[in-house]
Nanobody
Framework: QVQLVESGGGLAQPGGSLRLSCAAS????????MRWYRQSPGKERESVAF????????IYSDSVKGRFTISRDNAKNMVYLGMNRLKPEDTAVYYC???????WGQGTQVTVSS
């Protein structure tokens, strides 16, 4: 079955950095585009980054453009989210998800606070 395991979250100071990882299995990872989403308390889940199956195309939401970088390693079935210049408003649970599938992992909590 589809499994998505996010990790790498934690507490960061404003202006700091974190790198999230997502281990994927149970589907054709190499032919699947992937997205990172986030959800803050009281807000809807939003897509923040997209990467095509071969990694050639990346798209970011305006809120993270220029600060976050999505990447993938198809040999390891992994997708990553590099997060720089973090802001308190980046505080959320972050999830990875394959394009076209409805499966979610448990997410990883990111908290940005001084």
């Amino acid at each position: 079955q589809v499994q998505l395991v996010e990790s790498g979250g934690g507490l960061a100071q404003p202006g700091g950095s974190l790198r999230l990882s997502c281990a994927a299995s149970g589907f054709s990872f190499r032919t699947s585009a992937m997205r990172w989403y986030r959800q803050s308390p009281g807000k809807e889940r939003e897509s923040v980054a997209f990467i095509s199956d071969n990694g050639d195309t990346t798209i970011y939401s305006d809120s993270v453009k220029g600060r976050f970088t999505i990447s993938r390693d198809n040999a390891k079935n992994m997708v990553y989210l590099g997060m720089n210049r973090l802001k308190p408003e980046d505080t959320a649970v972050y999830y990875c998800k394959p394009q076209g599938l409805m499966n979610w992992g448990q997410g990883t909590q990111v908290t940005v606070s001084s």
